[in-house]
């Protein structure tokens, strides 16, 4: 008696045909009808994908935006002009300390303006949320301000001083130099001594 394995019309076992050879060793590896190209191997064993690679990670294919913890990290805060104003601020004050030596008061209000756009920059650049130091910028440009207002005081009694005293050192010119302090107190209508300034 034969048996179903036995006979090359029938199909064999398990209902598989028996022209349709298994694929052979080393021979043709197509893949079988019906199933199609398997996928693209992943990461082999032990590997791990890289970052950026794993699932969802192209986002060309999800409209363009990156999957939610794959983002690009967070800009640092850029706090350098709220830094600058408090600085030159400061170092604005500091010039209307020295604002009793002449023209120095013209330099305060250069440094003060240039304090103010800084502090005026910073906070903007803060209230847009590109820095965290709005308390910062705000100190540099109130300290800028103060030290504006100030040396524009200076400028102002300097040139009224030297506004008075011109005519009154032209006057005394042709005066012998011992008496020339009292002449130029004399034009400039103090009622004082020379001696009593000095003792």
Same mark, same amino acid.
């Given at each position: 008696?034969?048996?179903?394995?036995?006979?090359?019309?029938?199909?064999?076992?398990?209902? *598989?045909? &028996?022209? !349709?050879? =298994?694929? @052979? %060793? $080393? #021979?043709?590896?197509?893949?079988?009808? +019906?199933?199609?190209? /398997?996928?693209?191997?992943?990461?082999?064993?032990?590997?791990?994908?890289?970052?950026? *690679?794993? &699932?969802? !990670?192209? =986002?060309? @294919? %999800? $409209? #363009?935006?990156?999957?939610?913890?794959? +983002?690009?990290?967070? /800009?640092?805060?850029?706090?350098?002009?709220?830094?600058?104003?408090?600085?030159?601020?400061?170092?604005?004050?500091?010039?209307?300390?020295?604002?009793?030596?002449?023209?120095?008061?013209?330099?305060?209000?250069?440094?003060?303006?240039?304090?103010?756009?800084?502090?005026?920059?910073?906070?903007?650049?803060?209230?847009?949320?590109?820095?965290?130091?709005?308390?910062?910028?705000?100190?540099?440009?109130?300290?800028?301000?103060?030290?504006?207002?100030?040396?524009?005081?200076?400028?102002?009694?300097?040139?009224?001083?030297?506004?008075?005293?011109?005519?009154?050192?032209?006057?005394?010119?042709?005066?012998?130099?011992?008496?020339?302090?009292?002449?130029?107190?004399?034009?400039?209508?103090?009622?004082?001594?020379?001696?009593?300034?000095?003792?």
């Amino acid at each position: 008696m034969s048996t179903p394995s036995d006979r090359p019309d029938e199909p064999g076992r398990h209902g *598989q045909d &028996p022209a !349709a050879e =298994p694929p @052979r %060793y $080393g #021979g043709d590896q197509s893949p079988a009808p +019906g199933y199609g190209v /398997p996928p693209a191997a992943g990461p082999g064993y032990g590997e791990s994908p890289g970052y950026g *690679q794993g &699932p969802g !990670a192209d =986002p060309q @294919r %999800y $409209g #363009g935006q990156p999957p939610a913890g794959y +983002g690009a990290p967070a /800009p640092e805060p850029r706090n350098g002009l709220g830094v600058a104003a408090l600085v030159v601020g400061i170092v604005a004050l500091l010039a209307v300390c020295l604002g009793l030596l002449p023209f120095i008061g013209v330099v305060t209000v250069v440094v003060g303006v240039v304090g103010v756009v800084l502090g005026v920059l910073g906070r903007r650049r803060a209230s847009r949320g590109e820095a965290t130091n709005k308390g910062v910028a705000t100190t540099g440009l109130v300290l800028s301000a103060i030290a504006l207002v100030l040396g524009l005081v200076s400028v102002v009694l300097w040139g009224v001083l030297f506004g008075q005293a011109g005519p009154a050192f032209e006057a005394c010119t042709g005066v012998p130099q011992a008496e020339q302090a009292q002449c130029v107190l004399d034009e400039l209508g103090v009622d004082a001594d020379v001696e009593d300034l000095q003792g």
